[in-house]
């Protein structure tokens, strides 16, 4: 059993914290206004790109030694056409960056909240969790905190890897956005 924080208590992190309950481990909120006190081994920030950007600069060391979760998609919302991150970058590294004592993991940002609270994706292949990180203790301790929880597990790599995860959640979520797939479809991962 992992001890888990989510910062968030929206759709995202609702979800996410089902996910985590269902395998067993012990799961709090926290909002970005909270003390940051007693968090965690596995913090997962599931708030925009921005807004993680944020958590991370004012609680650098509160989150030193942690495991830090890193959902967002860093979309440009006014046009819904790029990514607001380099193109030789990630929203990710972008966090890890300002936290080099944390070991900084992408992961969930390829699912939606309908398909983590399902655990399928359009009622028919099981959600799968893809995570990129440099730390592969780090990327095992998600896993095992997944073991359970009815969802399947990738490791997706380096955190390099990130981009490509942040550009697969980009494109699935204008696809949602445009209506050619609902926002409890998307892209399932066969074996």
Avoid: C, H
């Amino acid at each position: 059993m992992a001890a888990i924080t989510i910062f968030g208590k929206g759709n995202m992190g609702s979800a996410i914290g089902d996910v985590f309950k269902q395998g067993g481990n012990q799961v709090a909120f926290i909002d970005s206004k909270d003390p940051v006190e007693n968090l965690g081994d596995i913090v997962v920030l599931a708030v925009p790109y921005n807004a993680a950007l944020s958590i991370a600069k004012a609680n650098k060391d509160a989150l030193a030694g942690k495991v830090v979760v890193d959902i967002s998609n860093p979309l440009n919302f006014e046009t819904w056409d790029s990514l607001e991150v380099p193109a030789d970058s990630s929203a990710a590294a972008q966090v890890a960056a300002l936290l080099p004592d944390s070991k900084v993991i992408k992961a969930f940002n390829t699912t939606f909240a309908g398909t983590l609270m399902s655990r399928k994706v359009s009622d028919k292949e099981q959600t799968t969790v893809m995570a990129a990180g440099d730390d592969d203790a780090a990327k095992q301790q998600l896993a095992d905190a997944l073991t359970d929880s009815g969802v399947a597990f990738i490791n997706a790599g380096s955190l390099k890897r990130a981009r490509e995860l942040e550009s697969f959640g980009f494109l699935q979520m204008t696809l949602a956005a445009s209506e050619q797939i609902g926002w409890t479809g998307g892209f399932a991962v066969l074996k």
